[in-house]
T-cell receptor, first 118, second 112 residues
Framework: AQKITQTQPGMFVQEKEAVTLDCTYD???????LFWYKQPSSGEMIFLIY??????QNATEGRYSLNFQKARKSANLVISASQLGDSAMYFC???????????????FGKGTLLTVNP | ETGVTQSPTHLIKTRGQQVTLRCSSQ?????VSWYQQALGQGPQFIFQ???????GRGNFPPRFSGLQFPNYSSELNVNALELDDSALYLC???????????FGPGTRLTVT
């Protein structure tokens, strides 16, 4: 089974409007982290936002917020007031486990291509 | 910018050749992970190095190998290149447990 599922291959939004990018995940580990990255056409993965499995509140970073619904295993990214520069691929990723002295691998979804129209 | 650098930016190799990709991690970061991103796909985890030791490996054959140096920079070596190895190779560094990974700009490898 896919660990990270992004069901929207492409999304369109008008400039200044809000958009939600969907992400569902699958894990049996009680400790995990969820990440969203933006990848412009240049290729670099840009970290946007992080949500830990034990975090009680939804994460927010500027115009980005993460709608975390643990029981439904979803971690949707909400971008408010879209800008033309937001046009890019967006990836949801999960890190399973925690503790110890090292980091853990990220498992990525297939991504959603967001296009912001003027 | 994240402070993670990769070299070269692009390269073209022939099937059967060997290639070495390099990554300089952000200052203070002791963990480096490598990912392969095929066209139209999300990145796939290759392996991770923590304090110069391999710390986890994805589903990649042994011809994918790596090193991490005392300054925490890293190399990814791929032997006996195959056409399917054509991809964007991303390096990510992090300061350790529980922290987000900061990615470099990637190396785009084309195997002909």
């Amino acid at each position: 089974a896919q660990k990270i599922t992004q069901t929207q291959p492409g999304m369109f939004v008008q400039e200044k409007e809000a958009v939600t990018l969907d992400c569902t995940y699958d894990t049996s580990d009680p400790s995990y982290g969820l990440f969203w990255y933006k990848q412009p056409s240049s290729g670099e993965m840009i970290f946007l936002i992080y949500q830990g499995s034990y975090d009680q509140q939804n994460a927010t970073e500027g115009r980005y917020s993460l709608n975390f619904q643990k029981a439904r295993k979803s971690a949707n990214l909400v971008i408010s007031a879209s800008q033309l520069g937001d046009s890019a691929m967006y990836f949801c990723a999960m890190r399973e486990g925690g503790g110890g002295g090292s980091n853990y691998k990220l498992t990525f979804g297939k991504g959603t291509l967001l296009t912001v129209n003027p | 910018e994240t402070g993670v650098t990769q070299s070269p930016t692009h390269l073209i190799k022939t099937r059967g050749q060997q290639v070495t990709l390099r990554c300089s991690s952000q200052s203070g970061h002791n963990t480096v992970s490598w990912y392969q991103q095929a066209l139209g796909q999300g990145p796939q985890f290759i392996f991770q190095y923590y304090r110069e030791e391999e710390n986890g490996r994805g589903n990649f054959p042994p011809r994918f190998s790596g090193l991490q140096f005392p300054n925490y920079s890293s190399e990814l070596n791929v032997n006996a290149l195959e056409l399917d190895d054509s991809a964007l190779y991303l390096c990510a560094s992090s300061p350790g447990e529980g922290y987000e990974q900061y990615f470099g700009p990637g190396t785009r490898l084309t195997v002909t």
